[in-house]
Structures are given as C-alpha cells and as structure tokens.
C-alpha cells in the first residue's frame, strides 16, 4: 500500500467515525438523566466506567490529558452530583482512587444496554468473528 493508498484508506476510516459518532450522539441523552454535562465530566464517567481497576487521580489527569487541577475540580463536581466517590486504593492505602457511585453505575450500564440494542442493526451485516475482529482493530488505534 503506497502512502497516498493509506491516506485514502484512513481518511474512510475517519468519515465512517464521524458518522457514527454523529449517530450515536443524535438521541441527545446521556445515562444521567438531566443532569448538564460537559464533555471532560461525561469522558472522565466512560473511563471510570469501563476501567479494570479504580483510577487514580495521576492516572485519570495522564489518560486525558488534563492538568491535576481540572481533574480536583472536575471531580468535585461529580462528587457533587453524586457521580464519583474517592476510597482508599485495595493495593494501598494511602493511595485515592475514584469510581463510579453504585447508582452511577447502574445508569450507565442501563444507558449502554439500550445504546447497544438501538445500534445493533448498524452491524446487521456483520458476522460475530467480523465484529470481533473489528473490536479488536479499533482498540489498537492510538490517539497521541
């Protein structure tokens, strides 16, 4: 594949990502009801949700590459919100880590279960070894 041929074959792969993030955020909903979110909050949410482990304060300001001040701050606002709670880490205990309340929890998995079912007919024409295989391509993406 010359490099004209990649640039071609990732500017797809780009449009057929702005298409499907614009339909996936068309219902306009998040999994928290009313509550106003900003795009940092709703981010920082995801990561906390899908994380194999908590995550720390350094862990979550490297993921996002937000300053430790805007993670404190933005984590009090969903403390706030009773989004979020800060424990001891199960490793060690002078160490704080955040996750998602119980009640957050539930929401998104809620959130997700319907998201999931709605786009389900996106990947009709896909076989399950095809998605697999697709899941497994787009996590290797690095963003920088």
Known sequence: MTMTDRAVAIGTILESVVT????LSSPRTTPFGDAVLT??????????AHADEPFTPGRLSSSLKLTPGA????MDQLRDQ???EQSASPRDGRVR???????????VLEFESVAIARTAPWFASF??????????????????
Do not use: G, N, P
């Open 20 to 23: 499907l993030s614009r339909a």
């Open 39 to 48: 795009r940092t909050q709703l981010d920082i949410l995801f990561l906390l």
């Open 82 to 84: 009773r989004l979020v």
């Open 97 to 107: 880590v955040w996750h998602l309340t119980d009640a957050a929890a539930a929401q």
């Open 127 to 144: 076989s399950s070894d095809e998605l697999d295989a697709l899941a497994v391509l787009i996590k290797r993406v690095e963003v920088a």
């Open 71 to 74: 993670i404190t701050q933005t």
